[in-house]
T-cell receptor, first 116, second 114 residues
Framework: AQKVTQAQTEISVVEKEDVTLDCVYETRDTTYYLFWYKQPPSGELVFLIRRNSFDEQNEISGRYSWNFQKSTSSFNFTITASQVVDSAVYFCALSEGSSGTYKYIFGTGTRLKVLA | ETGVTQTPRHLVMGMTNKKSLKCEQHLGHNAMYWYKQSAKKPLELMFVYSLEERVENNSVPSRFSPECPNSSHLFLHLHTLQPEDSALYLC?????????????FGPGTRLTVL
């Protein structure tokens, strides 16, 4: 069965610290997609990144980086030099490539608090 | 500016009321979704529409009734709700349905059922 686990419920860091948000997933599909979304206090989820199961290259976008490791079924997200504006709830999600599926499976989210 | 808008942003209703949530997307997408977000639970997919046809009903109670009159608008009609239905209801859209598509979310409607 498919599942996404974000074991960290809440993390607090001081501004300029680096922080890593963990995501572990379970799936039987060989084709799947992994996503990260940010939910600021305003409520809407903001798309950050998508990875497909055949692309294990790590990705960097400014202060954000993602580490995808199929061997450990993990897709971790690191924020370098965190800022107060990074405070939000971050969700990891899995979407399987089987035909006819429309579902994202979301984790329970990690609340990140960045303190000034 | 978000491409997906939702109204109202906050709603308080009694268990006997009937109300509707509205979602509009300005992105030219063909798929729209309703999600329920409760405290300390993963987001729950409720309904999926593709080209105005419902393609997924994720075992949602009949007191929630979706409507998609066109590809830009999505409604969620509510009647005889229960207090446990209090949650943030999020609307999303994507170019098409499919595992690879990123979804774009609205800000949600915070619903409180008394």
């Amino acid at each position: 069965a498919q599942k996404v686990t974000q074991a960290q419920t809440e993390i607090s860091v001081v501004e300029k610290e680096d922080v890593t948000l963990d995501c572990v997933y379970e799936t039987r599909d060989t084709t799947y997609y992994l996503f990260w979304y940010k939910q600021p206090p305003s409520g809407e989820l903001v798309f950050l990144i998508r990875r497909n199961s055949f692309d294990e290259q790590n990705e960097i976008s400014g202060r954000y980086s993602w580490n995808f490791q199929k061997s450990t079924s993990s897709f971790n997200f690191t924020i370098t030099a965190s800022q107060v504006v990074d405070s939000a709830v971050y969700f990891c999600a899995l979407s399987e490539g089987s035909s006819g599926t429309y579902k994202y499976i979301f984790g329970t989210g990690t609340r990140l608090k960045v303190l000034a | 500016e978000t491409g997906v808008t939702q109204t109202p942003r906050h709603l308080v209703m009694g268990m006997t009321n009937k109300k509707s949530l509205k979602c509009e997307q300005h992105l030219g997408h063909n798929a729209m979704y309703w999600y329920k977000q409760s405290a300390k639970k993963p987001l729950e997919l409720m309904f999926v529409y593709s080209l105005e046809e419902r393609v997924e009903n994720n075992s949602v109670p009949s007191r929630f009734s979706p409507e998609c009159p066109n590809s830009s608008h999505l409604f969620l009609h509510l009647h005889t709700l229960q207090p446990e239905d209090s949650a943030l209801y999020l609307c999303a859209s994507s170019q098409v349905t499919g595992a690879f598509n990123e979804q774009f979310f609205g800000p949600g409607t915070r619903l409180t059922v008394l």
